[in-house]
């Protein structure tokens, strides 16, 4: 039992780690309660000043390998909008097909390899080899695919290479989206097996109501485009977005915390099936009901249930969009649009796999930038866990500090942070006093 | 070295490179076997002080990271590079460019002095690298084929010619030739000409070889009207720390 407890981090002598959870407990009430990143500063907004229209996105890529493509989108979306590029429906259906890979290549990432070693109780995927052989070869099975369709449409499955401002450097050929489709169709029985082990899976019931934010719109379930919703009920344009998405440094950490409406909201797959259930396809929502997901959920843990049926959807949509494209034709000359240089500010909004990624861009009339915001995910859920933090620990007060500890780390990595500083980071000195 | 103890550690990068790990796919399962993975932020929990080998992501940009990096380096044998970030300090140092202080000041406005941040440097700039695995990020075989030749005790072998060998051998057509610069002539080869092959110009990420033929560049640039300064800012994507090699 724990009365007293006060884990927190060692900073000289931690040689492992990117995020710290400072928590000290006194007569069972929480005294002090920090979650933080000591994630080393990078200055991306730094790093833009100055550059042409033509390279941001593969500077910004560079912000976290795992949302590579999101960097990506996020930053040619708000160099198009300032510079008033106007694309063509091919182009649009294949950055399309690229998100959907890096969905399935960052969501199959998380489930399986990172917060399933949770689920089942051990410290990482390595074990899972011995005990859950299955498990770990649909894991490697899923990865690879997705890896490779994010390879074949973009050049690189890390960090993109084709994707440009006003389009692609090169289309992938017919045979490429043929061989995708099958790819992605040979994932169904996968995924049915998936069904059934995390149907089998125990979570934490903990819930608290918090501020979902993500984007949304009429025609899609929304990845890469559309406008901010909240499900406190406001809808506004991107380029609108500081009227509600306020930032601010907070002294124990490199990355800045957010609010809108209240004092906290989340972002990430939660949010986005909580605002854009009834687009998810027909599959998608019926593994939802079989794994128990009813919209509104407030259970943090279920972020792990929502980003595996973002996979299935995933899957419906990505051969849905194949097909449309072969039925249009697949048109060398439609690959890339004019660019021109031109003033002016643009706004770039898509869902990263952890939630909504916000580029902002201001351009001279010479096509260099002069001013960049950068809001990321994980940035807009810190204050969130947080609060999360709060309202949990007391349900588990009574547990071992080995227990709280471990429980804490994982409703933190249920967050799926970015992955510099997304897991296992707790090299925690722990005093019961 | 008979499966010897693994170190992976990250500092100021995207994690792209540790990805590239896990990413092996279903080489994955026989890298975990054929060596002891003790550290692995990305993806273990368990860590551990007792290594042989430690593969390094990122670039050294705080104090905390130079602390860290130096306790590594009493402990691991053998220290392999892994990334631009890593061996040239890669896009970090544009930050440098700009101006830490300034930097600071843009992103932290008045809380700057909150932040630990330091001149962002390559990890050779403080501790012997045995081995670079190049790139941004590197191919997966490369990291891979530098360990294993570590465990069978072979030299690995690092390709010193440039990104048009392979781009040539490959039959591309040149990407002067569409208008396109491309830094193949001075980068270094073993990403089996990534970009040039895909339509974009190659921007150097593995940095350059080590005698470049800069009059080839200088040659090639001219032929199609262009100077070392019209390009330089897309080398300096990847090689800000180490850019004054095209300037001679
Ligand atoms: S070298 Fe590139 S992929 Fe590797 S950590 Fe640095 S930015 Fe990421
Ligand atoms: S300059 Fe670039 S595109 Fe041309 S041959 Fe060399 S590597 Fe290939
Ligand atoms: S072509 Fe050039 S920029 Fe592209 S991966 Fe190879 S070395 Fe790096």
Known sequence: MAENVNIEVSPISRVEGHGDLVLDIKNRKIEKLQFRIPEAPRFFEAMLVGKKYDQPSHITSRICGICSVAHTFASIKATEDALKVKLNDLILKLRRIVNIGEYIQSNCLHVYFLA????????????????????VNIAINMKKIANDIVRITAGRAVHPITTIVGGFT?????????????MLNSLYPDLEISLKVLKSLKLPKFERETEYISISNNY?????????????????????YLDKIKEKVVEHSTGKHCWANRDSYMVGALSRVNNNYEMLSDRAKQYAEELGLKVPCYN?????IAQFIEIVHCVDDGIRLIDEILNEGLKEDK?????????????????????????????????KITKVNLIIPTNMNYANVEKDLEAYIP?????????IRFHSEMLIRAYDPCISCSTHFLNVKLINK | MSKPKVGVFGFA???????????????LVDFIKAVDIVNFTEAITEHSDTYEIALIEGSVSTNHDLEKLEHISKIAKIIIAVGACACTGGLNCLKNLYGLEKAKELVYGDKKDWIDAIETKPIDAYVKVDYYARGCPPTRSEIVDIVKSLIVGKKPEIPNYPVCIECKRLGNTCLYEYGLSCFGPVARAGCNARCPSSKSGCEACRGYIDQPNINAQKD??????????DIMEGFNLYNACKNNVLKK
């Open chain 1, 300 to 304: 943090t843990f279920m972020i792990n």
């Open chain 1, 116 to 135: 399933a070693p949770d689920f089942l109780g051990v410290g990482s995927v390595i074990p899972l080899i011995e005990t859950h052989p299955d498990v």
């Open chain 1, 335 to 367: 690959a890339l649009v004019e660019v021109k240089p031109k003033a002016g500010r643009g706004v770039g909004i898509v869902e990263a796999p952890r939630g909504t990624l916000i580029h902002d861009y201001t351009y001279d009339k010479s096509g």
């Open chain 1, 395 to 403: 349900s588990i007060i009574d547990k071992s500090e080995d227990e």
């Open chain 2, 220 to 229: 090639l640039l001219s032929r199609y009207g262009l100077t070392v300064e």
């Open chain 2, 13 to 27: 990068g995207c994690g792209g490179c540790q990805l590239e790990i896990l990413n092996l796919e279903e080489q």
């Open chain 1, 170 to 182: 090169k289309l992938p050929t017919e045979q490429d989206l043929l061989n995708i489709k099958n």
């Open chain 1, 220 to 240: 899609e379930y929304a990845l890469y485009d559309g406008d901010l919703k909240s499900s406190d009920g406001w809808v506004i344009k991107p380029i609108n």
